[in-house]
């Protein structure tokens, strides 16, 4: 196993299809270490963690899922590629994949106020990502919470303080996961004010 | 140098005070594009960088961060450690601490909706920090664009689509940082549902 950062860094990318074996909470540790590691506001470390790997509550979770998917559905149809339609449609259908781990992770908002919460929440997310990866994990990041966040605290239990920012999904891919693609940042970086090409030729004043 | 991943993980921590070095741009090259490597939603990448290290420029942002800063700090000085307090004091007072580099980190809103941009912008800042730690740079997330953003935006000259969500301040140490301090996160780690503890005897229905 590499852990070569810049490897890692590289090589993340989304899984949705996952096989039976179940992720070593030991890993699981190390990857909410991780997490916890990350910056937050005034140092506020305001994460909490669920970590469901019980059958019955992952499936609700994934029905929940699938709801949302659908409802909004028709408003992305137009503009994802459709095989991205067609693996989204894969994994919330069966149960995020079949991921054997989900975790929730929620913000404690008597520990930070909700518009500095994203800015702590989702570097800590990215965190548990890259660590998944380097611990040879496939994993999801999921915005489903965003649209169904009552719901699943009922689902879950969770006080009203504590707020669900995203569903992270976990688990041994099943197949090999291709090369990510990611747009050049050329044309997306800008020196001292926008339109100035940080590369020259690169930048544009909107593309 | 290390580029062995955990222990850049585990050593990331903000850095407020800078030397005079810059930041090789080669090297700046290699943060934003660990930056485009952070998952989005829908794959959008609506990440847009400016980075600026004109002199003019970083003063006109610090001196708006410094406005930001003194508005809000009666709100924070209860909360925060003294030492944190005298600490931001001088890095906003200070021109973000000497950094030579900025980098306002921005979402397309064309690429994606306001209620998903933070769970895309905010892992690529991650990524983009800890490619700082990796290449041996101190760094800094703030959050004074969540108060200035329209004037920000003016200084930047920003079209109002791109939104700016944050500023990362970049440069070598001046002086040997700390160790970070973070929370176990036995306590804020939950087993399936709230309140059942993820290790026994840690985790609390409320802390």
């Known amino acids: 196993m590499s852990f070569d950062f810049f490897g890692i860094i590289d090589s993340q990318r989304a899984c949705r299809r996952f096989s039976a074996d179940p992720v070593d909470e030991g890993d699981i540790d190390r990857m909410l270490e991780s997490a916890s590691h990350a910056p937050s506001a005034e140092n506020s470390q305001p994460w909490v963690f669920v970590v469901v790997q019980n059958d019955d509550i992952r499936r609700e979770i994934a029905s929940l899922a699938t709801q949302v998917w659908l409802n909004g559905r028709a408003y992305v149809e137009g503009t994802l590629a459709p095989n991205i339609l067609r693996d989204v449609d ?55 919470s965003v649209n169904c966040g009552e719901e699943l605290q009922s689902i879950l239990g969770l ?19 291709g090369i990510p693609r990611r747009e050049p940042i050329g044309p997306k970086t800008h020196r001292d004010r926008f339109g100035t090409p940080w590369a020259p030729g690169e930048a544009r004043p909107l593309e």
Chains 1, 2 share one sequence.
């Open 159 to 177: 006080p009203s303080e504590i707020s669900p920012y995203g569903i992270i999904a976990i688990g041994r891919p099943d197949g090999r996961l």
């Open 90 to 144: 894969e994994f919330v259908n069966g149960c995020f994949g079949n991921a054997p781990t989900l975790v929730v992770v929620c913000a404690d908002l008597r520990r930070v106020s909700e518009s500095l919460a994203a800015s702590s929440i989702y570097p800590a997310s990215q965190n548990l990502l890259l660590a998944a990866n380097a611990l040879g994990y496939g994993s999801i990041f999921t915005h489903f």
